[in-house]
């Protein structure tokens, strides 16, 4: 029998206090508690489309168990904005038509967001690195690459938050 | 995630790691970053141990050498500036090709030498620089190099222990790393770490491990045999060349053959002992 357990965590600013399974992962809990944005691609680590933010670092919530947060912050993309108030991040996602389909998008712009928090002026090879672990069978990356470059701009210019 | 554990440990100090391990008898097992354990279909386990709070994230230098808490991330290991001037920044380099950013970010280095798979970049290298594992279980605390641990039944023993630090000791000379993988980022299909020694103008001492063979790094001890003593150079590299598609002991598995195991790895052997050969020379100067 598997022992339900309760852990607090912050969920995109607010406190949440939640009943979780012991092996449940971060993604399943994710998704239970609406966090749409989170999505399920391969769950063994391997396409980045799980990703979210835990205490400001990008990682997998496939690969990460619920348990493991307990106590810390995480960030999904519903955190940074939405259609009625997008990040700049997801502006310039728009602005350079980095999307298609959208499946990666969540994933992507969640390790832009951690390496443009370290880094105010990437490269476009520091970028192609950062996201190098996320795939996308759209794109081709080379319009990815471009958003995260136009919003480190607008980083520069202030148009952040 | 595929494990339907029954409960979820968060230690407070090794002790309590170690009871709980005991108490589970082969049935819990050591959670740190958790990237192999969401992965794993162990339908025996029942109990994971997390010990991410017991205070094992550190990176200190020590008269030359590093000690690396179990627990320290890959990315925090890259963040460290003791970690990356070690031996010219050879450990960096080699951490830098261990996956991506966001698997970094989770993998630590003792669940990198617990696991210590086959293909892994870190186990040849560390079997390279004779890094030192230390360990505690219900006996005490105990230290062995990497290769003489992974020799033995170290699954075993380790299921009862909690890997505390790993040593990384100096090095005069210089250290380069060679990986092959399909493309930035995967797992290698042929990795080798080469250190080597100069002293006038010569192969004072070698160092050289190969690794995802498909098998685990280890040292090839008949081709440092045959590096020291001679002259570093073209005419030395294409011997590295030669003796290496002969006697090399390679095999195959689902991402490469043993034939191309064989012709890789000459070549991959020979850069990176010319890459080492540069910096050792760079570094006398
Ligand atoms: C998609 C993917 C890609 C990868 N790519 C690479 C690569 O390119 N190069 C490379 O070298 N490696 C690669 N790895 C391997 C990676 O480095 C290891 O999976 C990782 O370091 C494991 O660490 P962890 O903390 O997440 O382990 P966990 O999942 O927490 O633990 C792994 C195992 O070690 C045991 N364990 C962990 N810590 C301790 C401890 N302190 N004491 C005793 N036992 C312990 C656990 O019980 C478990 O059996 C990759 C892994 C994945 C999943
Ligand atoms: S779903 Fe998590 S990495 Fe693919
Ligand atoms: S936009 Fe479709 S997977 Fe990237």
Redo the contacts between chains.
């Keep these: 029998?598997?022992?339900a357990?309760k852990i607090y965590f912050e969920l995109n600013g607010e406190q949440r206090y939640v009943e979780i399974e012991?092996?449940?992962?971060l993604?399943?809990l994710l998704r239970r508690l609406g966090m749409k944005s989170v999505k399920s691609g391969c769950?063994?680590?391997d396409c980045?489309a799980c990703?979210v933010l835990?205490n400001g670092?990008?990682?997998?919530s496939?690969?990460?168990?619920a348990?493991?947060v307990?106590g810390k912050r995480v960030t999904t993309l519903e955190g940074l904005g939405d259609v009625d108030d997008p990040h700049p991040l997801q502006e310039a996602f728009v602005e350079a038509g980095a999307v298609q389909c959208g499946f990666c998008t969540p994933g992507m712009i969640l390790?832009a967001y951690?390496?443009l928090s370290k880094n105010g002026a990437p490269t476009p090879q520091e970028v192609r690195?950062?996201i190098?672990?996320?795939l996308c069978r759209c794109t081709g990356y080379v319009k990815i690459v471009d958003a995260v470059l136009l919003a480190a701009q607008w980083k520069r210019e202030g148009k952040w938050r | 995630m595929r494990l339907k554990i029954k409960r979820f440990h968060y230690a407070r100090d090794v002790e309590e790691a170690l009871s709980l391990l005991s108490a589970y008898r082969g049935r819990g097992a050591i959670l740190a970053g958790g990237l192999d354990l969401a992965r794993s279909f162990n339908p025996k386990l029942e109990g994971l141990i997390d010990i991410s709070g017991l205070g094992l994230s550190y990176v200190h230098e020590q008269d030359g050498g590093l000690r690396i808490g179990a627990t320290t991330t890959l990315t925090e290991v890259l963040e460290s500036r003791a970690a990356r001037e070690y031996l010219g920044g050879f450990l960096a380099e080699v951490v830098g090709q261990v996956a991506n950013p966001p698997l970094r970010n989770q993998a630590t280095f003792g669940g990198a030498v617990a696991s210590a798979h086959p293909w892994a970049d870190l186990p040849t290298a560390l079997v390279a620089v004779g890094a030192e594992v230390r360990w505690v279980d219900q006996e005490g605390e105990h230290r062995a190099r990497v290769e003489e641990l992974w020799q033995g039944e170290f699954r075993r023993l380790l299921s009862s222990a909690v890997i505390t630090e790993i040593f990384l000791p100096p090095w005069e000379g210089a250290f380069a790393f060679g990986k092959l993988s399909r493309n930035v980022g995967d797992i290698a299909l042929l990795n080798c770490a080469c250190g080597l020694g100069i002293e006038d103008g010569k192969v004072a001492w070698a160092r050289v491990a190969l690794g995802a063979t498909p098998r685990r790094g280890r040292r090839l001890l008949w081709l440092e045999d045959l590096l020291t003593g001679e002259a570093p150079g073209e005419e030395l590299w294409q011997v590295v060349r030669e003796q290496v598609e002969a006697n090399v002991e390679v095999g195959a598995d689902r991402r490469a053959s043993a034939a191309w195991r064989r012709a890789a790895a000459g070549p991959l052997l020979a850069r990176t002992l010319a890459r080492a050969a540069e910096k050792a020379t760079a570094r006398q100067r």
């Design positions: 029998m598997q022992e357990m012991p092996g449940e992962s993604l399943s769950e063994t680590g980045g990703t835990l670092r990008a990682v997998r496939c690969t990460t168990f348990a493991q307990r390790v951690e390496l690195a950062a190098s672990g996320n």
